[in-house]
């Protein structure tokens, strides 16, 4: 007994550091790209413009001002031969923490034995989708919208165990919440409308199951939400946010849309995408089969099902005023991407828990372990490349130059993520590029050999 105790001990330190390896790997061979050129290149820590940086980011482009003091100094050119290593480990553990956070809002503490499944399961998921590298392994992103999520995750799992719990936490943790919202307020605008999306689901959830509301009326809840809200407003405010939005917007009378139109073409815009349709079906068929056997389910579950449908269809909403004429990018999707996942894996390990997964997980892991393979073998081909790419760099004088495209075959484009430049030497990403590697210009030419 004592042995297999410690080896169910030591199963998910295994499985982590495993999983860290993985994801270290493959943030090694993610080149940067796109944004990341362009603020290495202003290289705020050895010109001392990081406050100018940051003045004209908000009022020129973002109120994110948590996340772009974290961009711009991590991406200092100066420092980068240090700073990437850096970006590249501290990615790898936000990753690991991201997928065990997830896991215990899933199964809570006494299923360790399945975070190695869980684990595969969100990551092929992600992978099948496409929009994994773009989420966890562009450096920028990753910043901007990754380590966010693990702050986000860390309160919301904190939240979650003292729900129902009457006393306060100490007042040291409840400045922690304070200083924790003010982070997240200027850390990204999409948190702020998920933390109000949260808060409003968790008050229309309490009222539908009739739970006494006095339990979320807790100090810690109340000063962390009006952090976020007072952050939020300056970060949303910033002049930067407004010229953004008339950047991406499309052209067109747009005024004279009424609320069903907006509300319809945003459902459209996040359900865009062919697996997202396949999704809506699968998570309409959940909540009518939810409702209609509501007192077969364990209530426990129909109260978290309840919780996740309505969370993510107020997501949606939050986003009314912008999606009907505007995409919304495959990084904005991270966190409704995660409640679905979510969603799907609490729905249906209920409905499968007769079923002895345990005789198919040399199935799943194999299977699991050709998507890490694959998507390994993807990113040694993409680095090959960008080696290749920067050694010409390196070594041409040229002050405008042409250097090989990409043009790996679409199987292994898939499931890396590589926003390169363009011919157009106008570009920003072109421009940023340039600047990076003190050229006049760059363009693409030739496909590499």
């Not at 090694?28 to 705020?44: G, K, T």
């Not at 869980?118 to 092929?124: A, D, I, K, M, V």
């Not at 939240?159 to 040291?172: A, G, M, R, V």
Request: proline fraction near 2%.
């Amino acid at each position: 007994m004592a042995q297999l105790a410690n080896k169910n001990n030591s199963q998910p330190f295994l499985i982590n550091l495993g999983l860290f390896v993985i994801f270290l790997v493959w943030n090694c061979h993610q080149p940067l790209v796109a944004d990341d050129f362009v603020r290495s290149a202003i290289d705020v820590l050895n010109n001392g413009t990081l406050f100018l940086a940051l003045k004209n980011s908000y009022y020129g482009w973002s109120g994110r001002l948590s996340a772009e003091i974290l961009a711009y100094v991590l991406f200092s050119k100066s420092y980068l031969s240090y700073f990437i290593p850096l970006i590249n480990i501290v990615n790898s553990l936000v990753l690991v923490s991201i997928l065990n956070l997830i896991y215990k809002l899933a199964l809570g503490k006494n299923h360790k034995s399945k975070l190695g499944l869980f684990s595969l399961l969100y990551l092929t998921y992600f992978i099948l989708i496409g929009t994994f590298a773009q989420d966890f392994l562009w450096k920028t992103v990753a910043i901007q919208y990754a380590w966010g999520a693990l702050i986000l995750l860390t309160i919301i799992w904190k939240f979650y165990i003292t729900l129902e719990i009457k006393q306060n936490d100490p007042w040291w943790q409840i400045l922690l919440y304070g200083l924790g919202g003010i982070f997240i307020g200027f850390y990204n605008e999409i948190y702020i409308a998920f933390i109000a999306d949260i808060y409003l689901s968790v008050f229309i959830v309490y009222i539908v199951f009739k739970k006494p509301l006095y339990n979320l009326i807790k100090t810690q809840y109340i000063i962390f939400l009006l952090a976020v809200v007072i952050c939020g407003i300056i970060s949303i405010k910033a002049p930067g946010n407004f010229l953004r939005q008339q950047t991406y917007l499309s052209k067109g009378n747009i005024l004279h849309y009424g609320i069903l139109s907006k509300v319809f073409m945003t459902y459209v815009q996040f359900f865009r995408y062919g697996y997202h349709i396949v999704f809506a079906f699968i998570l309409l068929w959940i909540g009518i089969s939810t409702y209609r056997n509501r007192k077969i389910i364990p209530h426990k579950l129909v109260i978290t099902l309840s919780f996740l449908l309505i969370l993510l269809n107020i997501h949606i909403l939050s986003f009314v005023e912008v999606a009907y004429f505007s995409p919304i990018s495959g990084r904005m999707l991270l966190i409704m991407d995660s409640i679905i996942f979510l969603t799907f894996f609490k729905f249906f390990h209920y409905k499968l828990r007769n079923f002895d997964i345990e005789k198919y997980n040399y199935f799943f892991y194999n299977i699991g372990l050709i998507i890490i393979a694959y998507v390994t073998i993807s990113y040694y081909q993409l680095y090959k490349f960008n080696l290749k790419r920067e050694k010409i760099l390196k070594n041409n004088a040229a002050a405008n130059l042409a250097v090989p495209r990409n043009c790996t075959n679409i199987i292994l484009k898939y499931p890396v993520y590589f926003d390169d430049i363009t011919e157009n030497k106008k570009d920003f990403r072109n421009i940023g590029f340039a600047a990076f590697y003190g050229k006049k210009s760059i363009v693409t030419g030739a496909c590499s050999e």
